[in-house]
């Protein structure tokens, strides 16, 4: 029996806290450890389409035709050049239109799960990941429909947790009306800066809120980390050597890992 796929959702509408980043760079390194992994591109900004090697300039299929139905996911699906066994939907500038356009369709917070249900009918991967862009819009609304989980990165920065309420709230409103077997699965701080009191300080409220739902691994700021995706690649496999590239590692074998149910609670913030 084929054990069934993770479906995982990175989100956080707070910008800037690494969320594409690590997107990329766990799924690299899960399959890097002989997983079959497929990334979604959901953010029109294409950045994890880029990190991944993937061909998402104006005109190449993407996510954008299969929410408007034109396509299905199978048909747009691009292998990593540099893993084998990692894919990638590309997500392209078109799909900034898609919020708006959206909103006319029937069904439209589903379109992305019907999409995956039809994929996943036919192909197996081990793992979706879900890059969603900074916002709660109906491009993100569409990855946690869709999703079991949800990875949710915090930058250990000031206001940290700031937003994180909403988003929060707004998953709390997904499980209840369109998605009840979706967990809060994982938090993720990244950007940590040892050489910071404060760094320390944000990462322990955090854990102090959120208790076991915390990696244990932080990702650290690192030079590497950002310099990757402009040589069309993950820092797992740019510098895998590098601060950056051994800590997520880890936290991909964390989430790996893991083991939750139905039932997960999260504290509000």
Same mark, same amino acid.
């Given at each position: 029996?084929?054990?069934?796929?993770?479906?995982?959702?990175?989100?956080?509408?707070?910008?800037?806290?690494?969320?594409?980043?690590?997107?990329?760079?766990?799924?690299?390194?899960?399959?890097?450890?002989?997983?079959?992994?497929?990334?979604?591109?959901?953010?029109?900004?294409?950045?994890?389409?880029?990190?991944?090697?993937?061909?998402?300039?104006?005109?190449?299929?993407?996510?954008?035709?299969?929410?408007?139905?034109?396509?299905?996911?199978?048909?747009?699906?691009?292998?990593?050049?540099?893993?084998?066994?990692?894919?990638?939907?590309?997500?392209?500038? /078109?799909?900034?239109?898609?919020?708006?356009?959206? %909103? =006319?369709?029937?069904? $439209?917070?589903?379109?992305? *799960?019907?999409?995956? +249900?039809?994929?996943?009918?036919?192909?197996?991967?081990?793992?979706?990941?879900?890059?969603?862009?900074?916002?709660?819009?109906?491009?993100?609304?569409?990855?946690?429909?869709?999703?079991?989980?949800?990875?949710?990165?915090?930058?250990?920065?000031?206001?940290?947790?700031?937003?994180?309420?909403?988003?929060?709230?707004?998953?709390?409103?997904?499980?209840?009306?369109?998605?009840?077997?979706?967990?809060?699965?994982?938090?993720?701080?990244?950007?940590? /800066?040892?050489?910071?009191?404060?760094?320390?300080? %944000? =990462?322990?409220?955090? $854990?102090?809120?959120?208790? *076991?739902?915390?990696? +244990?691994?932080?990702?650290?700021?690192?030079?590497?980390?950002?310099?990757?995706?402009?040589?069309?690649?993950?820092?797992?496999?740019?510098?895998?050597?590098?601060?950056?590239?051994?800590?997520?590692?880890?936290?991909?074998?964390?989430?790996?890992?893991?083991?939750?149910?139905?039932?997960?609670?999260?504290?509000?913030?």
């Amino acid at each position: 029996m084929t054990p069934a796929t993770r479906i995982i959702t990175v989100a956080n509408q707070k910008g800037g806290v690494g969320k594409t980043t690590s997107t990329v760079n766990i799924a690299a390194a899960i399959a890097q450890a002989g997983h079959s992994v497929l990334v979604i591109d959901m953010d029109p900004q294409g950045n994890a389409s880029t990190a991944l090697g993937a061909t998402h300039h104006e005109g190449v299929p993407s996510v954008y035709e299969v929410l408007s139905g034109d396509l299905a996911l199978v048909d747009i699906l691009q292998e990593c050049p540099d893993i084998p066994g990692l894919w990638t939907a590309p997500a392209t500038i /078109d799909l900034a239109g898609a919020e708006i356009e959206l %909103v =006319a369709l029937v069904a $439209r917070e589903y379109r992305l *799960a019907r999409a995956i +249900d039809a994929l996943l009918a036919t192909r197996h991967f081990d793992y979706l990941f879900l890059d969603c862009p900074p916002s709660l819009g109906l491009l993100t609304l569409n990855g946690l429909v869709a999703a079991r989980e949800v990875l949710l990165p915090i930058q250990c920065e000031y206001y940290a947790l700031e937003g994180l309420s909403q988003l929060l709230r707004t998953i709390d409103m997904v499980r209840t009306h369109l998605n009840p077997s979706l967990v809060v699965s994982a938090i993720l701080l990244t950007m940590y /800066d040892g050489r910071t009191r404060l760094a320390s300080q %944000v =990462a322990n409220e955090v $854990r102090t809120h959120f208790g *076991a739902q915390v990696l +244990d691994t932080v990702i650290p700021r690192s030079v590497r980390v950002s310099e990757a995706p402009s040589y069309g690649q993950s820092v797992v496999t740019y510098d895998p050597t590098s601060s950056g590239a051994l800590a997520y590692r880890e936290a991909a074998a964390q989430v790996v890992s893991l083991v939750h149910n139905n039932t997960h609670s999260y504290p509000q913030t």
